[in-house]
């Protein structure tokens, strides 16, 4: 299967710091997705990329679609308390094939 | 709108015994997928379908391991006999069609444990 590389593993901030992580692949993607999991629930979709260099914003939470398509970044902005959680990034090569998922990024925030 | 819906949230039982995870996906969406996360081996995708039809399964750990979607509004993964290496959380996950790949959406997943 595809490799997507996550990093980083892991993250430990302050309360009110920006937040960055990334996704590499092997692959050229034409879409890119990231998802949030809390404890005990499953992934949640946070924000959908379809095109290479878009910049799309959810609230604090900016991502873009690398111009490479082999790369995607997540930022968080004034990280908050709630931001505690397991980020996963997505990405798919063509329409109707599976998406292959990162290994996570653990990120707490410490208030 | 009812999100994807798994059941049982927790199982836990003896390794040899039959196992039967369940999942409704949401409404209209015609594709399907079950994955298994672990710490080990992260989110695993198993086998998803489209249109009730198995597309990839290449993800089945073994013949241990089978799924079946007998219609739109029901999809069932069974484990038979059980291991204690397939102690994980699995997830079943929708998505709808459409010009563009659209994002699959995930139900809260059954923590399954084999002793």
């Known amino acids: 299967g595809q490799q997507l590389n996550q990093s980083p593993q892991s993250m430990f901030i302050q309360e009110g710091e920006d937040v960055s992580m990334n996704c590499t692949s092997s692959?050229?993607?034409?879409?890119w997705l990231w998802y949030k999991q809390d404890p005990g629930e499953g992934p949640v979709l946070l924000i959908a990329l379809y095109k290479a260099g878009e910049l799309t914003s959810n609230g604090r939470l900016t991502a873009q679609f690398g111009i490479t398509r082999k790369d995607s970044f997540l930022n968080i902005s004034a990280s908050i308390p709630s931001d505690v959680g397991i980020y996963f990034c997505a990405g798919q090569i063509s329409t109707g094939n599976q998406f292959y998922f990162g290994t996570g990024t653990s990120l707490t925030v410490i208030p | 709108d009812a999100g994807v819906i798994q059941s049982p949230r927790h199982e836990v039982t003896e390794m040899g015994q039959e196992v039967t995870l369940r999942c409704k996906p949401i409404?209209?969406?015609?594709?399907l997928f079950w994955y298994r996360q672990t710490m080990m081996r992260g989110l695993e995708l198993l086998i998803y379908?489209?249109?009730?039809?198995?597309?990839?399964d290449s993800g089945m750990p073994e013949d241990r391991f089978s799924a079946k979607m007998p219609n739109a509004s029901f999809s069932t993964l069974k484990i038979q006999p059980s291991e204690p290496r397939d102690s994980a959380v699995y997830f079943c996950a929708s998505a709808s069609p459409g010009p563009q790949n659209q994002p699959q959406h995930f139900g809260d997943g059954t923590r399954l444990s084999i002793l």
């Open positions: 692959s050229i993607f034409n879409t």
């Open positions: 379908f489209n249109n009730n039809v198995p597309i990839d």
């Open positions: 409404s209209g969406h015609d594709y």
